[in-house]
């Protein structure tokens, strides 16, 4: 704590807009839980059942539907304690059971209206064993769409699911619910499989949230509603416009996605080298809800109470990256990236990948409106891409390592780790185009030295074995997008043919596990073609939504050329 506090005394250009970076304890005191439900975000109740550990999963008890009002249910509970003052963990899962519902309760059996058995992209792909392997994932959105039921809207106050009136998507397994950055690779897959209603609906869906919260939270759980996730949206939206031409749809939209870039841009800034950059934060207090137990856990390294909210912020920062959790996002003593959940450092770290988003979404909002005919607001948002490419440039751009490395503002440099999100500038095109050519020379050799290629099953997502998911030997379908798209678009031949190989190593690990499991995962393993990944907080889970729509999209851009025999794998002739 003493290296923030330090920073903030010696660093005056380091501001932090209403962000916890401080030890005042009068300002910790203020912050206000995740959400102001009694019962599924702070208070005795929810303690009490989840340092119980009655479930594997914390997340099982806060998806649970109440079966009578919170007011009425915290009554009962005061009651059952004041009659049984222990209560053992059996008492306490009979309680839960009889006033409690299953979770998933808040759903109604749906499946997609606009649903297609034979999209025209399997016609794009030549390999007969990825277009049956295609087949079976536009298939698959079938089992992940859900509805929320009309009676939820009602009596809100019953559940913890965020109501939002068109059916979704969601990922799979644990993850009933939306979450937000995964939605682009699911939009992108849907749009692929045709499915452009869906997929209007969950846009549609976005829109009144960022108009309900300001901006749009984790996922659709109220638990989540202090905390965002890369900002996604208008991306989103830009891939359905150029999809189905609705330009219409995109100068309706354009203002709400203004609305939340200013959120990002308002709320989510520190100043950095004279440039205004964005950090993932938090600003609620306390244990994440959905996490409880693992969270009070790790707090207990920390003796002091505002220690221990300092740790809760990171945590929360941490999930708000979408990289939870990754020694990407610790700090230790020497500024370098060992340790353990106890050195999270997310807030003072400044992330290439949400800067380049950023950029991305204000050049979009900028042609958005173009499109609406309004050449101020376009000035103005083309001006701040500009701003953000410099900055991204300029503070976060390594000439020597040849990539762009997230920077450390208590060590004030920039941190040499790998991550795939260092060469993110490339998906959206966030850097100086008439250095294309020298960037992409200084890239290749950057992938040859950190020796990407030599991972049979995928780019790894760090190059550290911690146990934590966003770790070594883990690899995710996001990312793996991220870096082909990047390469294609950095548009040199030796970058395409990268492109490329990854596409087909991606696409033959999926189709290998999918083969042998039956299953899409959630994350696999860099080590091994077609192996799955562990490690982190919660068990391996299937389905999966962005996974799917990753493979989709890769099928749709290289379906002439790839091959489930692996015959054209450059990389393993090396
Ligand atoms: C953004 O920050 C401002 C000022 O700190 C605050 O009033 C506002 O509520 C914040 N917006 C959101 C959506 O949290
Ligand atoms: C700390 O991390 C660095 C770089 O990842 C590594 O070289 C070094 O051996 C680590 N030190 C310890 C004590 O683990
Ligand atoms: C441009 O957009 C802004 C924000 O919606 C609006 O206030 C302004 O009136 C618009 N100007 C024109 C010329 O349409
Ligand atoms: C690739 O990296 C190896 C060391 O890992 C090095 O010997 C070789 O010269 C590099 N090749 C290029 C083209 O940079």
Redesign the pocket.
């Known amino acids: 704590m003493i290296g923030i506090l330090s920073l903030l005394l010696i660093l005056p250009c380091v501001f932090v807009n209403g962000y916890l970076i401080t030890n005042d304890v009068e300002y910790i005191s203020k912050l206000p839980p995740p959400c102001s439900s009694e019962i599924y975000c702070h208070g005795r109740l929810l303690e009490t059942i989840q340092l119980a550990h009655i479930y594997a999963d914390s997340k099982t008890f806060v998806d649970m539907k109440l079966k009578q009002s919170p007011a009425k249910t915290l009554e009962i509970f005061d009651e059952f304690l004041s009659k049984n003052p222990d209560p053992s963990t059996e008492d306490l899962k009979k309680w839960v059971e009889s006033n409690f519902e299953e979770p998933g309760s808040e759903f109604e059996n749906w499946k997609p209206d606009d649903f297609t058995k034979n999209p025209a992209v399997l016609d794009k792909i030549s390999d007969k064993s990825f277009r049956s392997f295609a087949y079976d994932l536009n298939g698959i959105w079938n089992d992940l769409g859900r509805k929320i039921k009309k009676e939820v809207h009602e009596n809100e106050e019953l559940y913890s699911i965020i109501y939002v009136e068109n059916p979704m998507i969601v990922p799979g397994g644990r993850f009933r619910e939306f979450y937000y950055w995964d939605s682009y690779w699911v939009l992108r897959g849907l749009l692929l499989s045709e499915m452009t209603h869906t997929a209007k609906g969950m846009l549609e869906n976005f829109f009144s949230i960022v108009l309900r919260f300001g901006f749009i939270p984790n996922g659709g759980r109220i638990y989540y509603s202090m905390r965002s996730q890369p900002p996604l949206l208008t991306p989103m939206v830009k891939t359905y416009v150029d999809h189905t031409k609705d330009f219409e749809f995109a100068v309706k939209a354009v203002d709400v996605l203004a609305l939340e870039f200013d959120y990002w841009m308002s709320n989510h800034t520190v100043m950095v080298k004279g440039h205004k950059m964005a950090v993932y934060g938090d600003k609620s207090s306390g244990p994440r809800p959905e996490s409880y137990r693992e969270d009070i856990e790790t707090a207990n390294g920390f003796t002091t109470d505002e220690d221990k909210e300092e740790h809760y912020s990171e945590l929360k920062a941490a999930a708000e990256s979408g990289m939870d959790f990754s020694s990407r996002w610790f700090v230790d003593a020497e500024g370098g990236n060992n340790g353990t959940l106890a050195n999270l450092k997310t807030r003072s770290i400044v992330p290439v990948e949400l800067n380049a988003i950023l950029h991305w979404n204000a050049k979009i909002i900028a042609e958005f409106y173009g499109y609406a005919g309004n050449i101020t607001k376009q000035t103005e948002y083309l001006e701040i891409a500009k701003q953000i490419l410099d900055a991204v440039n300029e503070v976060l751009w390594d000439e020597e390592t040849g990539a762009w490395l997230d920077y450390d503002l208590i060590n004030q440099k920039n941190r040499p780790f790998f991550v795939p999100t260092n060469l993110a500038p490339l998906w959206m095109r966030c850097y100086d185009v008439t250095k294309r050519e020298h960037i992409a020379s200084k890239v290749m050799?950057y992938i040859?030295?950190t020796?990407l290629d030599d991972y049979p099953g995928g780019v790894p997502t760090t190059l550290v074995k911690s146990g934590e998911q966003w770790d070594w030997p883990n690899v995710w379908a996001p990312l793996q997008h991220m870096l082909i798209v990047g390469l294609d678009n950095l548009g040199t031949k030796e970058s395409k043919e990268k492109a490329q190989d990854w596409a087909q190593r991606w696409v033959l690990s999926n189709y290998l596990a999918y083969k042998e499991s039956g299953h899409m995962f959630e994350k696999y393993m860099a080590t091994e073609l077609g192996g799955h990944g562990g490690g982190g907080e919660y068990e391996v889970q299937t389905g999966f939504g962005w996974t799917n729509g990753v493979i989709l999209d890769l099928l749709d851009h290289y379906g002439n050329v790839l091959s489930s025999s692996g015959s054209n794998l450059n990389y393993l002739k090396h």
Request: positive net charge; without cysteine.
């Open positions: 050799k040859n030295n020796r």
